[in-house]
């Protein structure tokens, strides 16, 4: 190659070489690594800080979360019922015919006072027998007296002494008798005392005997069923009247086979009537009937209180019992959770004062906690009360940083 050739192509290689140094110094460079977002803490919602202040007038209180055996609500019906206990089947031990219905339905009975009076052929025969026995025994023991002192002078003999006492004490267990019959006959007392007070010497038997019977009340309460009208012959221990305590009712209540497990005597039930929503009645169970092969349910029974005596028997009846769950669960109380974002939140203590929100998975509801399955661990330390107000001031600080 001439000097002439070199000297025109040195020019080109050195572009050439150029051009090569260029393509290999742009092929050399590559883009920086992208760096990964490491998962911190602080990624999400940052923590709400209150001081003690703050704490106090919010009402925050911080519980730690646990597993218990969380109570369930039951939801029963039934429907109420006449308390047997409180309830009296008035009638008479002696037949006859009612004059006299004394009382109405719907009024109120205490104790002793008469609902009726009877027209009693075999009371006044009872009553005519004790006011014989009654003057026969007087005549008999003056006689006895009257021996007493003349055995004492030795004025008669000892024999007819006792043959005067052996009377005296037959014509005593006469009259016991006698006067027991009255008793039978439900006289009190003070009727048969005043019925003997009235027979005096020379008196008729005709004026004094009165074959009517006031039939009492044994109990206070109200009247709630009349079985005879004026003027119909009953027979004995037959009903009359019927009077029960509204006061205390029962309950009787459906509960299936599923949920009797968790059913107790004893257990509290929280009682709504439909005809009366607006009230509740509380009462507890103390009856678990057996179970019915056809309904697979048990008839459970709870005694209540129904001081205003609105809830009236065979008033269809809703009842809620707590039972508790049949394992353990980790629960928090219903207010702790809230909704953040459409999310459910709960704000985890990470020291005094300072809470994080930490988004939770609720599985189950129980009653007045939920069951928490995702989100939490057991120990942990949450707001329980107050979760509302962090909530506020999470979202006050989040629109903050926004503007």
């Not at 004059?99 to 025969?125: I, M, Q, T």
């Not at 439900?186 to 039939?215: C, F, K, N």
Request: charged share 30%; glycine share 8%; proline share 5%.
């Amino acid at each position: 190659m001439s000097t002439s050739t070199v000297t025109i192509l040195r020019p080109l290689w050195i572009g050439l070489f150029a051009l090569a140094i260029g393509l290999g110094t742009a092929c050399s460079k590559t883009p920086p690594p992208t760096s990964k977002p490491q998962h911190v803490e602080n990624a999400g919602p940052r923590a709400v800080e209150l001081d003690a202040r703050q704490m106090r007038a919010a009402g925050i209180e911080v519980v730690t979360v646990a597993r218990t055996r969380p109570l369930r609500q039951v939801e029963l019906t039934g429907s109420a019922a006449y308390d047997e206990t409180r309830t009296a089947r008035i009638s008479s031990r002696i037949s006859g015919r009612v004059l006299e219905l004394l009382k109405d339905f719907g009024s109120s009975v205490r104790r002793g006072d008469a609902v009726c009076v009877l027209d009693s052929p075999e009371l006044g025969e009872a009553q005519a027998e004790y006011l014989s026995r009654l003057a026969e025994y007087r005549v008999v023991k003056q006689s006895a007296d009257r021996a007493r002192r003349l055995v004492e002078k030795k004025a008669i003999s000892q024999g007819e002494f006792l043959q005067r006492e052996g009377a005296l004490r037959r014509a005593e267990a006469a009259l016991a008798f006698a006067e027991n019959r009255l008793h039978l006959f439900d006289m009190s007392e003070r009727e048969i005392r005043h019925l003997g007070q009235s027979l005096r010497d020379g008196t008729s038997l005709h004026g004094i005997v009165s074959p009517e019977l006031a039939v009492r009340s044994p109990m206070t309460g109200t009247v709630t069923r009349l079985e005879v009208a004026r003027g119909e012959v009953v027979d004995r221990l037959q009903t009359l009247v019927v009077i029960s305590d509204l006061t205390r009712l029962w309950a009787w209540l459906d509960v299936y086979e599923k949920d009797l497990a968790g059913i107790r005597k004893g257990q509290t039930v929280r009682i709504v009537a439909e005809a009366i929503p607006t009230e509740t009645f509380d009462g507890k169970i103390d009856f678990i009937g057996e179970v019915e092969p056809q309904t697979r349910a048990a008839r459970v029974r709870v005694r209540l209180t129904n001081p205003n005596g609105r809830l009236l028997p065979g008033m269809f009846v809703r009842a809620t019992v707590s039972v508790p769950a049949a394992k353990e669960a980790l629960t928090v109380p219903r207010e702790a959770v809230q909704k953040v974002e459409g999310r459910a939140v709960v704000f985890r203590e990470k020291s005094p004062g300072r809470f994080q929100p930490v988004p939770v998975t609720v599985s189950r509801t129980f009653d007045g906690q939920l069951e928490i399955a995702e989100g939490l661990d057991e120990g942990d330390r949450i707001a329980a009360r107050g979760a509302f107000t962090l909530k506020g001031e999470l979202l006050k600080d989040e629109l903050g940083e926004e503007e």
